[in-house]
């Protein structure tokens, strides 16, 4: 159903209310989202980000309007519209973006697979009791799923695989697990994009801590420091090892010679004392 104009008039001012309030921005997934999931996802961003959805076309020619009133067409917000495919809707903020995705994967509902949809991720069947009975083998057979017959009923041997990441769930594969109870899926906000303060990355960016780029970092200085050192080279990386190799030589210096210093008086008396000349033997008379 068309919204009226009234309702036109107000999305248009509050999108451009959102574009000018925030600086942040989730562009999310919202297939398999039911209404009743909206509602719990937009009490559990108050206060922190706000949901707002509606049909493609109309964002498009929201933002259009707005960056055709500013006179502004670079404005950074006009970079999400190529990404504006599919059942999206945004999520704006100001706040920690990790932290606002952390309570949309929150709200996530487990749901069966159904046929024909697309599975998210592996599906297994696990080994053990499946409550059938014996004659239902065939249908077991027909999946390819390993079984026999134990206290009376079908028991699977070893965990099978249902359904592949990416593939439609077939009318057998539903089945199969409608009727060993198992729901598979959790359906959710997914994030396909995050856009701050005009620049756009993978959400998988988030995953990143400070640990791991501390990480990642310091490998990269292992690698400098070792090309410095093979090439007789002095960096900022490589200079504690080249002050380290100079002390060391300096240390072996002091302990075969009579030169000292007071760092190598601890290395010196560490040492053994040295072995007692032996005694020369008595002359004959």
């Known amino acids: 159903m068309p919204l009226s104009p009234e309702r036109k008039e107000w999305y248009f001012s509050k999108l451009r209310e959102c574009i000018e309030s925030y600086n942040k921005l989730f562009l999310v997934n919202v297939d398999n989202v039911g209404s ?5 996802i937009r009490q559990g961003l108050r206060g922190t980000a706000e949901l707002l959805m509606g049909k493609n ?3 498009r ?3 259009r309007d707005f960056l055709a009133e500013e006179g502004n067409e670079e404005h950074p917000i006009a970079n999400i519209l190529p990404k504006m495919v599919g059942n999206v809707a945004f999520v704006w ?7 606002v995705r952390t309570i949309l994967e929150e709200n996530r509902v487990p ?3 159904r046929v024909g949809s697309i599975a998210p991720c592996d599906v297994y069947c696990p080994a053990g009791g499946t409550g059938c009975d014996p004659g239902q083998t065939s249908f077991f057979q027909a999946l390819n799923i390993p079984t026999k017959i134990s206290k009376g009923q079908i028991e699977i041997i070893s965990p099978v695989l249902v359904c592949k990441t990416g593939e439609k769930v077939g009318n057998s594969e539903a089945v199969l697990l409608q009727r060993m109870d198992i729901r598979p899926f959790s359906y959710g906000l ?3 994009v995050v856009y701050d303060n005009g620049n756009m ?12 780029l501390t990480e990642k970092f310091m490998a990269g200085v292992k690698v400098v420091a070792a090309i410095a050192r093979l090439n007789g080279w002095v960096t900022l990386a490589s200079l504690p090892h080249t002050i380290g190799d100079a002390f060391n030589n300096c240390v072996a210096v002091a302990l075969v010679g009579s030169f000292s210093f007071e760092q190598a008086n601890a290395y010196k008396s560490a040492l053994p004392a040295p072995p007692a000349p032996a005694a020369e033997p008595a002359a004959e008379e």
Do not use: F, H, R, S
């Open 36 to 40: 009743n999931q909206i509602q719990q």
């Open 57 to 59: 076309t109309m964002i």
């Open 61 to 63: 020619k929201c933002i």
């Open 93 to 99: 903020t100001n706040g920690d973006l990790a932290q």
């Open 111 to 113: 749901a069966p697979a």
């Open 190 to 192: 997914v994030v396909a």
């Open 201 to 212: 990355y993978d959400p998988a960016v988030l995953d990143l801590t400070d640990e791991i």
